[in-house]
């Protein structure tokens, strides 16, 4: 990177700016957060600690951010390296903003809009030669913390090395993705996903499906966002649905699709009538209270109960564990939701791919955009390999659709895919060169699938696999063959752990990496295991379980050589034990981590408490505070079931250490983590036994009675959750042989740990906690 962006100006306070210059302080880049008049700004950066989802990682760095003034501090633009434009999408506006603030600038600092549509050339029109060359477009998606995708737009004016370095920084630094755009209506995100709405719209009313039938059939079901489209647009607003379909339209003279932006009579009346959606307290759905949700009709424009049919597509497609299985299932059956679901994507598929060259250079571009900015498990083309690119563009024939003429050439030439591999890397199909090309990656991005087909498998099972990252550094990589999304840990996966440890030591590598290879690290134990042990009453086999898990982790614990786990997203229960037994943490700054099993009414039985207990001792051992701090602080992250919001917050709470490392951009954790292995292998030292651990005792837990007895009598808990804290308190404060003066070691936390953890198995109320979660994803209070 030639150009190095240390300070950032913000123009504009509302909840897009503020939440830019929240997600620099995240990555620890002081900005300057500017509106009209000082209170605003203040305002705006203020709203910020009450905002949901919270776009910080943690509070204190907004102290990063300065609130600013026009009229007080603009010299201060001079100060910065980067300066973007986040206010609302007026022209004239925007205009008059660059005119005052250009003549402030350093003449290095380079310029952006976070314009969602507004034409860079337009916006530029009023700049001189030598600022537009630093102007570009830099499209963040909201909210900025959490959507990956950032897109890029320029022009024959732009000095490209600007653009690059910018990219550098996004993905870098701020931890973003990128995609090249082009300078056209709504660029490429929202060009196709608003398309996809307003043809979902269009499809409900043809094919008479209400919207909580939409809703099922395009959520999850085909890897779009839970909140699928209706619900989608409620939470962004119709009336920013709508501005964007009409910008498509109104710049669309030569889409072949533009009358599909067309909005529709029933959205113009619900615009009418102020019902924008959640902020307007009802749009498609109307929610009356907490427990009663109402659904629009569109006919009739009235509010009825939110009624799901039932459909023998999503009956069928439930059967598939994988998303490309469950689209085949689904789009093949005849009946009204297949047909339904056949169409929408068949209009998706012939749009986007009408859409290259116009708005970006190829299909990776594309399909990244949709991931990253919609939350698409797979892009368009990715969908349209899976469903299999000649079978569907024979049905579309039959359908009478017309076939993109680049897709139906490369089918001519032999290429029957859009992506592939040669045998070394990834490639994607080029319309330009009619070739396979090389997918562009980043140097820290490692692709387990790719080391896997070029000689890098040591072992493999059904939840797990030993593969070489090279260097002498091995990884375990989790993939849960069952649920390959939440990745359970399972036994297949304890073996691998097993398995590993002593392949790298027989060969003498470096080190080891434990890393997954799902969407998430994992949430945690296999309940359908534990539940059928529990109703065959086999407490020897959940004993062995128990003991199995504990053993292998201490394995890991004390391994020649240093272990160091990359988790991201979730890593609940099982998942935090794991990562909480290696020498060091190297987590995406998105972890949402924590000994969460009280929820289904037990307490880690793994090692987590060992894990939690040593690591508040060490963190307050400092401060020389004695034993009964260390109990209470367990108590209460494992107690209440804290998950952490960020892997920064999780080092509050005391899942991480400050020698972890957190990683903003989590495609580069496990090269980070292979790093980490290195630096440590010269000259390791495995970790000894620990006997130094000091517990309250029996004086530790009436306290914590006492205070359990006081959240019972006032309601807050029931009384199997007292029953939980029980004999959480018991193994917290060290059993029967704990005692300020008494000195205890590892084993003896693990053992009590394990009979606690089986003797709360045999509670039936905790049976029902785990058949509950098993089935509905969520706790049950009884």
Request: hydrophobic share 45%.
């Amino acid at each position: 990177m030639a150009f190095k962006i240390e300070k950032v100006a913000v123009l504009g306070a509302g909840v897009m700016g503020a939440q830019i210059a929240t997600h620099l302080s995240n990555a620890g880049i002081p900005s300057l957060l500017f509106d009209m008049d000082q209170e605003l700004a203040e305002k705006g950066l203020e709203g910020m600690k009450k905002l949901k989802p919270s776009p910080v990682y943690n509070p204190k760095t907004l102290g990063m951010i300065e609130a600013c003034n026009y009229d007080d501090h603009l010299a201060r633009i001079g100060e910065v390296d980067w300066v973007v434009e986040v206010i609302a999408e007026r022209l004239d506006w925007k205009h008059g903003l660059f005119e005052k603030i250009i003549p402030k600038m350093s003449k290095t600092a380079i310029l952006t809009s976070n314009t969602s549509g507004l034409s860079l050339a337009d916006m530029a029109s009023v700049m001189p030669e030598e600022v537009k060359k630093r102007f570009f477009i830099t499209h963040f998606f909201n909210p900025p913390r959490y959507m990956k995708l950032v897109e890029l737009v320029g022009n024959d004016d732009t000095d490209k090395q600007a653009m690059q370095d910018m990219a550098v920084f996004l993905e870098d630094v701020l931890g973003k993705g990128v995609v090249w755009a082009k300078d056209t209506a709504n660029f490429v995100a929202n060009r196709i996903g608003v398309y996809g709405m307003m043809l979902t719209l269009k499809l409900a009313r043809e094919k008479g499906l209400s919207i909580p039938d939409v809703d099922l059939l395009t959520g999850t079901m085909i890897g779009h966002m839970k909140s699928a489209t209706f619900r989608t647009a409620d939470v962004v607003g119709l009336d920013t649905l709508v501005h964007v379909a009409e910008n498509a339209y109104d710049k669309g003279e030569d889409d072949e699709e533009r009358d599909m932006f067309k909005i529709p009579d029933y959205l113009t009346k619900m615009l009418e009538n102020g019902w924008l959606g959640q902020k307007a307290g009802q749009g498609f759905y109307h929610k009356v209270d907490k427990k009663t949700i109402l659904a629009l009709d569109l006919d009739t424009l009235e509010y009825g109960p939110a009624v799901k049919k039932r459909f023998d597509a999503v009956r069928v497609s439930k059967n598939e564990t994988y998303l490309p299985g469950k689209l085949r299932s689904l789009l093949k059956i005849d009946d009204v939701a297949g047909k339904f679901l056949w169409d929408l994507h068949a209009g998706i598929l012939i749009y986007s791919a009408n859409r290259l060259p116009e708005i970006a250079d190829d299909v990776v571009n594309i399909d990244n955009s949709m991931k990253w900015g919609f939350g698409w498990e797979m892009g368009p083309f990715e969908i349209w390999d899976a469903l299999g690119v000649a079978e569907t563009v024979d049905r579309m024939k039959k359908d009478g659709r017309k076939i993109p003429q680049w897709v139906a050439k490369m089918l001519e030439n032999g290429v029957d895919s859009f992506y592939g591999f040669d045998g070394m890397v990834k490639t994607f199909y080029d319309p330009a060169t009619e070739k396979m090309q090389p997918i562009p990656t980043h140097e820290l991005a490692v692709d387990f699938e790719v080391i896997k087909k070029t000689g890098g498998l040591i072992k493999k099972d059904w939840s797990a696999s030993l593969i070489d990252l090279g260097d002498g550094v091995a990884a375990v990589t989790m993939h849960s063959v069952l649920q390959p999304t939440f990745n359970p840990i399972d036994g297949s996966i304890i073996s691998m752990f097993d398995q590993a440890v002593d392949w790298v030591s027989e060969n003498k590598y470096k080190g080891l990496v434990i890393a997954s290879e799902a969407t998430h690290f994992s949430a945690g134990a296999n309940l359908a295991l534990m539940l059928k042990a529990i109703d065959d009453k086999d407490w020897d086999s959940l004993e062995n379980m128990s003991r199995s898990m504990q053993d292998t982790l201490q394995k890991l614990r004390f391994a020649p050589f240093p272990v160091v786990a990359a988790p991201h997203s979730l890593a609940l229960g099982g998942g935090y034990e794991t990562i909480g037994a290696c020498d060091r943490i190297v987590a995406a700054a998105e972890l949402y981590t924590g000994l969460v099993e009280v929820g289904v009414g037990l307490i880690p039985g793994a090692g987590g408490n060992l894990r939690m207990i040593m690591k508040m001792q060490d963190r307050l051992s400092k401060g020389r505070a004695g034993a009964f701090p260390v109990a209470q602080k367990c108590f209460e992250a494992i107690g209440f079931a804290k998950v952490s919001m960020s892997a920064k917050e999780a080092v509050a709470i005391g899942y991480l250490t400050k020698d972890d490392k957190i990683i903003v951009n989590g495609d580069h954790r496990v090269a980070a983590a292979k790093q980490e292995v290195l630096a440590m292998a010269e000259g390791y030292v495995a970790p000894e036994m620990r006997k130094d651990i000091f517990l309250p005792g029996k004086g530790g837990r009436l306290a914590v009675k006492s205070t359990v007895k006081g959240f019972l009598k006032t309601g807050k808990i029931s009384e199997h959750d007292a029953f939980i804290a029980d004999k959480l308190s018991y193994v917290l404060t060290g059993g029967e042989k704990g005692g300020i003066m008494t000195p205890l070691d590892e084993q003896y936390i693990l053992d009590i740990e394990r009979e606690a953890f089986v003797s709360l198995a045999t509670e039936p109320k905790t049976r029902d906690r785990i058949e509950f979660m098993w089935k509905k994803g969520k706790p049950l209070r009884n």
